[in-house]
C-alpha cells in the first residue's frame, strides 16, 4: 500500500530564511506526488505537482519541489519565506488509478 | 465559480445525536472525496464517489457512518449516534480526475 512520510512535525524559520519541507513516499513505480498547503480554518490548496518529466517542479506562491527517486523524496523548498507562508504542508501521492494518500503535515511557523 | 461548499462551517452536539454534513461539490467534477483530520491522524480518507457512485468506502470507521451522493451537485455524510471521538474536522473534496483536489473549508464537529 502507498504511504507518504512527513518526518517533520513542526518546523519553525526565520523571515527571509530558506526553506526545506520532507517527504518521502512508499510505492514501487512512480507516484504522482502532490505538495498542499492549508491555512487555519481553511481547506487544502494545491502548491504543486509532479506527474513525470523534469524532476524539479515550480509551484505557486514562489514553491519548488524535487523528486528523487533514489531517495523516494519530493521535497518542498522556497528560498525565502515570508511570514505569510506560515501554514501547514501536506505531501500526497497517488497511482494514479486510486485517491490522494496524504502524509501527516508538516505545520510551519515564521518568526521574525 | 464558487468552489466546493459544505456546510455547516461548525457543529456542535451532544452525544447520541445524529449529524449530517452536506457538500456542494464544484460544477463538472465528477470525482467527490470525504476526509477526516484529526491531529493523532492526519487526513483519512473515507469514502470517495465517481459519477455519483461509491467506489471505495473502506475508510468509513463504522456502521455509525454513511455517505451518499443522491445527484451530481450534492452529498451528505451522516454519522448515527455520534460519539465524542467523532470530534474532527471533515473535508469535502471534488476533482475532475481525482489528482488535482479541490477542498472545501471543511466543517469542524465537536461532539460533547
Known amino acids: 500500500a502507498q504511504s507518504v512520510t512527513q518526518p517533520d512535525i513542526h518546523i519553525t524559520v526565520s523571515e527571509g530564511a530558506s526553506l526545506e519541507l520532507r517527504c518521502n513516499y512508499s510505492?514501487?513505480?512512480?507516484?504522482?506526488l502532490f505538495w498542499y498547503v492549508q491555512s487555519p480554518g481553511q481547506g487544502l490548496q494545491l502548491l504543486l505537482k509532479?506527474?513525470?518529466?523534469?524532476?524539479l517542479v515550480q509551484g505557486i506562491k514562489g514553491f519548488e519541489a524535487e523528486f528523487k527517486r533514489s531517495q523516494s523524496s519530493f521535497n518542498l523548498r522556497k528560498p525565502s519565506v515570508h511570514w505569510s507562508d506560515a501554514a501547514e504542508y501536506f505531501c500526497?501521492?497517488?497511482?494514479?488509478?486510486?485517491?490522494?494518500?496524504f502524509g501527516k503535515g508538516t505545520r510551519l511557523s515564521v518568526i521574525a | 465559480d464558487a468552489g466546493v461548499i459544505q456546510s455547516p462551517r461548525h457543529e456542535v452536539t451532544e452525544m447520541g445525536q445524529e449529524v449530517t454534513l452536506r457538500c456542494k461539490p464544484i460544477?463538472?467534477?465528477?470525482?467527490l472525496f470525504w476526509y477526516r483530520q484529526t491531529m493523532m491522524r492526519g487526513l483519512e480518507l473515507l469514502i470517495y464517489?465517481?459519477?455519483?457512485?461509491?467506489?471505495?468506502d473502506s475508510g468509513m470507521p463504522e456502521d455509525r457512518f454513511s455517505a451518499k451522493m443522491p445527484n451530481a451537485s450534492f452529498s451528505t455524510l451522516k454519522i448515527q449516534p455520534s460519539e465524542p471521538r467523532d470530534s474532527a474536522v471533515y473535508f469535502c473534496?471534488?476533482?475532475?480526475?481525482?489528482?488535482?483536489?479541490?477542498f472545501g473549508s471543511g466543517t469542524q464537529l465537536s461532539v460533547l
Open positions: 500526497a501521492s497517488t497511482s494514479g488509478n486510486t485517491p490522494l494518500v
Open positions: 510505492y514501487g513505480a512512480t507516484p504522482y
Open positions: 509532479y506527474f513525470s518529466g523534469d524532476t
Open positions: 460544477s463538472g467534477h465528477n470525482s
Open positions: 464517489f465517481n459519477n455519483n457512485v461509491p467506489i471505495d
Open positions: 473534496a471534488s476533482s475532475t480526475g481525482g489528482e488535482k483536489l479541490f
